[in-house]
C-alpha cells in the first residue's frame, strides 16, 4: 500500500478537463487542491496529478525536486491520511497537487503540509456530503 503506481495516477486528458471544469478546489498554502468525485470501477480509491508551475520555477530540476518530495509525502500519507475517509467503491477521487509556492522547501515542511491539507480536504467533502 506505500507504493505509487501507474494505476493512482492521473493521465487522462478526458478527467483532467472534467476536474479542473467542475472540480472544487482550495489552497492550503503551498498547495492548492482541486478534486472531483466520479462513479466507476476503479482499483484504487483515488487518482492524483502533481503539478509544479514552470512560471515560478524555470528550471526543469528545480520543478522535478519539487514533485518528487511531494509525491513522496503523498505516497507516505495516502494510506493513513486519505484512503480510510474514502469509503465508498464505486466513487473514485480525482486529485490535483498544485504547487503554488515561490521558494525551494525541505521535506518535512512538504511532509507536514500535504498532511494538513489531507485533513482540510476530507472535511470539505464531509461538508460536500452533507448539503
Same mark, same amino acid.
Given at each position: ?15 483532467? %478537463? ?37 512560471? +515560478?520555477?524555470? +528550471?526543469? &530540476? ?14 507516505? &500519507? ?9 469509503? %465508498?467503491?464505486?466513487?473514485? $477521487? ?13 521535506? $518535512? ?13 476530507? $472535511? ?8
Amino acid at each position: 500500500m506505500k507504493k505509487f503506481t501507474k494505476e493512482e495516477r492521473l493521465c487522462s486528458r478526458k478527467s483532467l %478537463d472534467l476536474l479542473f471544469k467542475n472540480g472544487s478546489s482550495f489552497l492550503l498554502y503551498p498547495f492548492r487542491l482541486s478534486y472531483l468525485f466520479v462513479s466507476g470501477k476503479h482499483t484504487f480509491p483515488a487518482q492524483v496529478v502533481i503539478n509544479v508551475s514552470k512560471k +515560478r520555477f524555470r +528550471r526543469a &530540476h528545480d520543478r522535478n525536486l519539487i514533485k518528487r518530495r511531494i509525491r513522496e509525502a503523498y505516497r507516505l &500519507h495516502k494510506s493513513s491520511g486519505l484512503y480510510p475517509a474514502l469509503s %465508498d467503491p464505486n466513487q473514485l $477521487l480525482l486529485l490535483s497537487i498544485q504547487f503554488v509556492g515561490k521558494e525551494h522547501h525541505d521535506y $518535512l515542511f512538504f511532509d507536514k503540509k500535504l498532511a494538513a491539507a489531507f485533513k482540510k480536504l476530507i $472535511l470539505s467533502f464531509s461538508t460536500d456530503e452533507s448539503n
